[in-house]
């Protein structure tokens, strides 16, 4: 497709379980972002992945969170034992190289609610 | 650490008028760059204007232009001539070494 995608759009879970979140992001884009939204805030940077370069999990909030980025493309954000508070919209995006050089391009977002 | 700050939660606009959106950010490095994303009820953040921090002439897109001071570290939006399509979350955000988002502001355009 033209533009980065993400599913599911939306997931129910409940608390306790794990989840996974897909990201396909732009074809030859070597950046690729995560980030969070919660209700009623900005975004919160989770982690970034530059091509082979090992990635920037500065921002993930709990030992919960992990991603992994294969193959250079497919990217997948797990949470594992969700929580209530984990409830957000989970947002990826990717660039052709790092965001100085180019415009980051974010997909629609998994809506991920914790029961 | 790095911080945006959004000021005004909420705005609103006559249609075709001029709307002004703040932010101001906090760091200390001198290399970095800033934007202003626009987030549609759709949930697709969308790139609306970037600057580079080292220069100086404001940047310019259409009817969005930005007025930047980076002694006072403030990065303003403007948006000329309004437009329904218009009406969006706005969010302000900084980069360095990673990207920092403002809180937003909801802008409203009234018709």
């Known amino acids: 497709g033209a533009g980065v995608s993400q599913s599911p759009s939306n997931k129910v879970t409940e608390k306790g379980k794990d989840v996974e979140l897909r990201c396909d992001p732009i074809?030859?884009?070597?950046?690729l972002y995560w980030y969070r939204q919660s209700l009623g805030q900005g975004l919160e940077f989770l982690i970034y992945?530059?091509?082979?370069?090992?990635?920037?999990k500065s921002g993930l909030p709990s030992d919960r969170f992990s991603a992994e980025r294969t193959g250079g493309s497919v990217s997948t954000l797990t949470i594992q034992r969700t929580q209530q508070e984990d409830s957000a919209v989970y947002l990826c995006?990717?660039?052709?190289?790092?965001?100085?050089?180019?415009?980051?391009?974010f997909g629609p977002g998994t809506r991920l609610l914790v029961l | 650490a790095q911080t945006v700050t959004q000021s005004q939660p909420e705005m609103s606009v006559q249609e075709a008028e001029t709307v002004t959106l703040s932010c101001t950010y906090d760091?200390?490095?001198?290399?970095?760059?800033l934007f202003w994303y626009k987030q549609p009820p759709s949930r697709q953040m969308i790139l609306v204007i970037r600057?580079?921090?080292?220069?100086?002439q404001n940047a310019t897109e259409n009817r969005f232009s930005v007025n930047f001071q980076k002694a006072a570290k403030s990065f303003s939006l403007k948006i000329s001539d309004s437009q329904l399509g218009d009406a969006a979350m706005y969010f302000c955000?900084?980069?360095?070494?990673?990207?920092?988002f403002g809180a937003g502001t909801i802008l409203r355009v009234k018709s």
């Open positions: 995006a990717s660039s052709r190289r790092d965001i100085r050089q180019e415009t980051q391009y």
């Open positions: 074809s030859g884009h070597t950046a």
């Open positions: 992945f530059q091509g082979n370069s090992a990635p920037d």
């Open positions: 760091t200390s490095e001198s290399d970095y760059y």
């Open positions: 600057q580079e921090a080292y220069k100086q």
């Open positions: 955000a900084w980069y360095g070494n990673k990207l920092v």
